[in-house]
């Protein structure tokens, strides 16, 4: 008897954990697993968030789309600066 592809198993796993949860709060099987991944990015968010507070952020907070990336000090020698 050969034994079950680990893909296989994997999706069996995920289909039972969104089995369980659409029991338990009254849900559809579609309505369970868009909750399922609503819950696993909110937790993404928080463990983001913690590690940036911490000062050790491996990855820098994204800049709104549209929004200018910051200026640094202007150089003093530079050539635009210059009068006649």
Do not use: K
Not at 6 to 30: D, K, S
């Amino acid at each position: 008897m050969s034994t079950p592809c680990p893909a296989r198993a994997a999706a069996l796993r995920r289909h039972r954990e969104i089995f369980e949860y659409a029991r338990e709060h009254g849900l559809t099987l579609r309505e369970a697993e868009a909750e399922l991944v609503r819950e696993s990015a909110r937790r993404a968010r928080e463990r983001l968030a913690v590690i940036q507070r911490c000062g050790r952020a491996a990855v820098a907070p994204g800049a709104p789309i549209g929004a200018e990336p910051p200026q640094g000090p202007a150089p003093e020698n530079a050539p635009w600066m210059m009068r006649d």
